[in-house]
Nanobody, 131 residues
């Protein structure tokens, strides 16, 4: 499967952006597509994922309520709508795909996905939140 991300840019705090990830390849509907991000000097962090087959989605606690992931099966595209952006959302955002997502329950009960769960990666798109 191949992934092509786009839609990053510069936005003021409180603003919105929509990222797109075009997915192509045989059997793409069997994949789970996610977004991860990496800020300078930090480890890559999982943000959200969506199952292309049934549309089931999950979010990291840090973005819950502000980011919404969706898919358009006709356009073979996954979107990440980002609202109420904060400076700490500044990062390179990557879309990625896997046939077997692994979800971990952390000791505090929150759900987490290791970015290493994803097998295929698109190029990143820069999101900068700054006034």
């Amino acid at each position: 499967v191949q992934l092509q991300a786009s839609g990053g840019g510069l936005v003021q705090p409180g603003g919105s952006l929509r990222l797109s990830c075009e997915v192509s390849g045989f059997g793409a509907n069997g994949y789970t597509v996610g977004w991860c991000r990496q800020a300078p000097g930090k480890e890559r962090e999982w943000v959200s994922y969506i199952r292309l087959g049934d549309g089931g989605a999950l979010y990291a606690d840090s973005v819950k309520g502000r980011l919404t992931i969706s898919r358009d099966s006709v356009k073979s595209t996954v979107y990440l709508q980002m609202n109420n952006l904060k400076p700490e959302d500044t990062a390179v955002y990557y879309c990625a795909a896997t046939l077997a997502i692994r979800v971990t329950i952390k000791p505090n009960g929150s759900l987490w996905v290791d970015p290493l769960s994803f097998d295929s990666w698109g190029q990143g798109t820069q999101v900068t939140v700054s006034s």
